[in-house]
């Protein structure tokens, strides 16, 4: 199973909105909607962002988005602050019963 | 409040074996999916196992098929990973996580970090 295929790096300003995508197969991000995404800061565990392709959990600012057009996923964050400086990875349900995550990607707020 | 503990983690000798253990807490631990997901030096997330509420349904990545088990303990509220016949690839930070809705993951551990290496 190959990894998800995502930018290394996306930027931007405060305040701004920015969109990171993610693009797998129909085995995989297309054929299901069942696509997350996770935060990670540097030595941290990753946190649950965005489920189910457009859901967020219990506390998840609704500065974050998610969509899914075919097989490719997107993430975007909103209103850009601070601590949205984070690495992002996309993961998505296989139909080999499995998952598999995408090479992350570094955001940096400028 | 929902806590996760992993253990067990340390440096090792290629084709050594290891046993994380991962603590549960602040849940109804036997209600949930698990899974082992892990972090090599610098790189992204891989998932690597998970395991059924009753341990009767067990899935991996095929690059730890054969290595690498699985397994619960619904009566001590842990989760494990006995890896064998380890390689320098193995080397990763390795988190458990609990299965969120069924698809997704939340939260996840501090995770445990396993060095392979002669």
């Known amino acids: 199973q190959s990894a998800l295929t995502q930018p290394a790096s996306v930027s931007g300003s405060p305040g701004q909105s920015i969109t990171i995508s993610c693009t797998g197969t129909?085995?995989?991000?297309?054929?299901?909607?069942?696509v997350s995404w996770y935060q990670q800061h540097p030595g941290k565990a990753p946190k649950l962002m965005i489920y189910?392709?457009?859901n967020r959990p219990s506390g998840v600012s609704n500065r974050f988005s998610g969509s899914k057009s075919g097989n490719t996923a997107s993430l975007t964050i909103s209103g850009l602050q601070a601590e949205d400086e984070a690495d992002y990875y996309c993961?998505?349900?296989?139909?080999?019963?499995?998952?598999?995550f995408g090479g992350g990607t570094k955001l940096t707020v400028l | 409040e929902v806590q996760l503990v992993e253990s067990g983690g340390g440096l090792v000798q290629p084709g050594g074996s290891l046993r994380l253990s991962c603590a549960a807490s602040?849940?109804?631990?036997?209600?949930?999916?698990m899974s082992w997901v892990r972090q090599a030096p610098g790189k992204g997330l891989e998932w690597v196992a998970n395991?059924?509420?009753?341990?009767?349904?067990?899935y991996y990545v095929d690059s730890v098929k054969g290595r690498f088990t699985i397994s619960r303990d619904n009566a001590k509220n842990s989760l494990y990973l006995q890896m064998n016949s380890l390689r320098a690839e193995d080397t990763a930070v390795y988190y458990c996580?609990?299965?969120?809705?069924?698809?997704?993951?939340?939260?996840w551990g501090q995770g445990t970090l396993v060095t392979v290496s002669s």
């Open positions: 996580a609990r299965d969120f809705l069924k698809y997704s993951y939340s939260p």
């Open positions: 602040g849940f109804t631990f036997s209600s949930y999916w």
């Open positions: 395991i059924k509420q009753d341990g009767s349904e067990k």
């Open positions: 129909s085995s995989d991000v297309g054929g299901y909607n069942y």
């Open positions: 189910d392709v457009s």
């Open positions: 993961s998505s349900y296989t139909s080999s019963s499995s998952w598999v």
